[in-house]
């Protein structure tokens, strides 16, 4: 059973920052691109930034030049650092990664796993 964890969200004040990390645990073959994906209330979910397997990134223009996202392959693991936060960027940031797992019959097969969610808020 594959499964991603988020952490490292949390209240912080406008201006300020914040890190976030998704890890994927359990059993599976390879990591594809990973990305972080947010959703205010009553707005629909949004595409932050991504990172390919090769560790090429790209981001949505609203988070340009404010975050940055790596990853760390040994440790299944992906990284949002975010600067100079707004009050738009409140939200739940989710967690997002294309994983290759082994079927009992020795295939490789390709899903889309999400974490459960972490809650930014930008508020004075």
């Known amino acids: 059973q594959v499964q991603l964890v988020e952490s490292g969200g949390g209240l912080v004040q406008p201006g300020g920052s914040l890190r976030l990390s998704c890890t994927a645990s359990?059993?599976?073959?390879?990591?594809?691109?990973m990305g972080w994906y947010r959703q205010a209330p009553g707005k629909e979910l949004q595409l932050a930034a991504s990172?390919?397997?090769?560790?090429?990134?790209g981001y949505a223009d609203f988070v340009k030049g404010r975050f940055t996202i790596s990853r760390d392959s040994a440790k299944s693991t992906a990284y949002l650092q975010m600067n100079s936060l707004k009050p738009e960027d409140t939200a739940v940031y989710l967690c997002?990664?294309?994983?290759?797992?082994?079927?009992?019959?020795?295939?490789?097969?390709?899903?889309?796993?999400w974490g459960q969610g972490t809650q930014v808020t930008v508020s004075s």
């Open positions: 997002n990664a294309r994983i290759a797992v082994t079927t009992t019959g020795g295939h490789l097969n390709e899903y889309d796993y």
């Open positions: 359990g059993s599976f073959f390879s990591i594809y691109t």
């Open positions: 990172i390919t397997r090769d560790g090429d990134p």
